[in-house]
Every structure is written in C-alpha cells, then in structure tokens.
C-alpha cells in the first residue's frame, strides 16, 4: 500500500470517528500530534486525536468532511490533506445544549511517514472560528 493509500484510509477511517481501535493500522504505536488550537492544546497523540474525533460525533452526528485537495510528497514521505468539515450541533455532549448551529471548517492535515505508517501528524485549524460557528464560544 502506498503512503498515498494509507493517508486516504486514515483519513476516512478518522474522519468517520472508527477512533483509535480502527485507525491504529495505519500509524506507529506512538504517533505524535500537534495543532497549534486551544481545543487541542493538550493533545499530543494521534492515538488521543483519533478519539477526540471520534467524540465530536455524540454532540454533532451529521459530521462529514469534504476534501478539497490531497497531495502526497514521496521525497518528503508526506500527504496533505485539505478539507471543509460539517455539522450540526444537534446531540447532546457538547460544553452547552444542543444549538442547532452548523459549522464549515477549513482544516489540514499534513501526515508525515516513517515507512509505511504515519508517524506525525499535525493539523492545521481555526478553532476559534469553528466554536463560534456553533455557538460553543
């Protein structure tokens, strides 16, 4: 599987909240994460971030990402990923009641291998204007 069919597979097994159990397949056992968002702050795992993911789907079930651009460097052994997140905050779980609000996300992920499994992984991500958008800031 090339790093291009192992960044797709993440992605749509993350984005699909499968949480760690799912998307371990394609990372190291101790993948790192960064994103420059209070929301992540303290996440410093993709083992953590797939989970975080995963959790978003209890206060916003409807959420779906939409690629715009996907790109894979083999000199550098990375993909990039940019896409639209949306949803609807219309589950329970989130900091406040449901608000019925709907947010589109631009977000990127730029995942860099070792081999043929991730070994960093860094998002890139307003976070701010995403809380506004429903209603949680």
Not at 29 to 40: G, I, M, P, R
Not at 45 to 62: A, F, S, V
Request: charged fraction near 25%; hydrophobic fraction near 35%.
């Amino acid at each position: 599987m090339s790093i291009s069919d192992s960044a797709r597979a993440f992605f749509d097994a993350c984005e699909g909240g499968r949480g760690w159990d799912t998307c371990k397949r394609w990372c190291h056992d101790d993948a790192s994460f960064s994103c420059q968002a209070d929301a992540l702050a303290e996440t410093k795992t993709i083992r953590d971030y797939t989970e975080w993911t995963k959790g978003l789907l209890t206060p916003i079930p409807d959420l779906r990402p939409d690629i715009q651009a996907f790109a894979t460097d083999d000199a550098r052994k990375a993909v990039v990923v940019y896409s639209i997140v949306h949803g609807t905050q219309s589950g329970e779980g989130g900091p406040v009641p449901p608000t019925g609000k709907t947010a589109a996300a631009d977000y990127v992920y730029v995942m860099k291998f070792d081999g043929d499994r991730i070994r960093h992984m860094t998002k890139i991500w307003n976070d701010g204007h995403t809380l506004r958008q429903l209603g949680w800031a």
